[in-house]
């Protein structure tokens, strides 16, 4: 497996209205580092920096008006005189219009889903870089049959124009359409997070060329709240392509696992023929923003499961805010991973 690493993203750490108070964010910049050292320490040593991404592939996935705007909102933000970070205030009210607000005070609204994130000095450059890891990560995986995108942001919450859930751009969604760009005729994304890949969700839900499917805590009572219910399961030429199992709150890895198995099934049966993974390990027992109950020697098993499918595989960085076993948990999935993929002749 290949692993796909990046530069600067320390230089982007947000802040999160956790609770009715302003917290420095819990997807921290010591995450990565504690990935970056088990990874290593696991045996894998192949690895490689992230190629830079083109823009083209980006406006695939977002609206050039929201990367402008991500490139942008900082300086205009401080340029205003404001104080910390870029953060949005006010959202669209329920029958309020599309109007774009001209001022960077409204676009972080427009722009924004979630004030569990904001826009720091470094953020656009990292959110940049983890999409490239992960177009990366899909190029090597067609090549050599897996990679891993090793970076932060996460992505999977990002939308085709709004930030939030600690997520700016969507890793994985540029991921699923490099890998069509370069001939996979039908990719499934599995999204493993503790949370529901919205994001995901909403840039292939018209399409019927990705197949998303998420596993993740009941909306009804976790972020993000709004979306990720069963019972949504894609539009017009997207019906049947997108596949919600919501889990109750609390979950061990039993019902988890069968959730898996439902979900590669359901991978199998559309012939797909590669497979981006929304890596998440935030559905570990003793993550602090979470409830499942995964524990660390689930994690090789996940890895073993999910190679089954034999597929062409990104894995991509989501996920998983106790920094002390997240090395372990990550290292764990790619490992039980490894040694049961086939890989590529190629
Ligand atoms: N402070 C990912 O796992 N946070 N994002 C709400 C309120 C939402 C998690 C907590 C969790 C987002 C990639
Ligand atoms: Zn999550």
Known sequence: MIIVRVDDHAQHHATEMHLGQLIPSVESPARLQVIERAVHAAGFDDVHDAQCIELSLLERVHSPQYIEFLSTAYER????????????????????????????????????????????????????????????????????????????????????????????????????????????????????????????????????????????????NRFPWFIGYAAERGVGAGEGSNLNLPLPLGSAFDAWRDALHVAIAAIRKAGCDALVVALGVDTFEHDPISDFKLKTEHYPLVGTDIAALQLPTALIMEGGYLTEQLGENVAGVLQGFAQAHRGSSA
């Open 77 to 220: 933000w401080r340029a205003a005189g404001y104080a910390g970070d870029a953060m949005a205030y006010t959202w669209p009210a329920r029958h309020a219009g599309q109007t774009r607000p001209e001022s960077v005070v409204g676009q972080l609204g427009y722009h924004s889903f979630s004030a569990d994130c904001s826009i720091s000095a470094g953020t656009a450059g990292a959110a940049r870089n983890a999409a490239a890891a992960a177009a990366t990560a899909a190029t090597h995986a067609l090549q050599v049959g897996s990679a891993f995108a090793m970076h932060r942001p996460p992505g999977h919450h990002a939308t085709r124009d709004q930030f939030g859930g600690y997520c700016y751009l969507n890793n994985a969604a540029v991921a699923a359409q490099r890998l069509r760009d370069l001939g996979a005729a039908k990719v499934a994304v599995l999204d493993i997070d503790y949370h529901h890949g919205n994001g995901t969700q909403d840039i292939f839900y018209a399409r019927d060329d990705v197949l998303t499917c998420s596993i993740h805590a009941d909306p009804a």
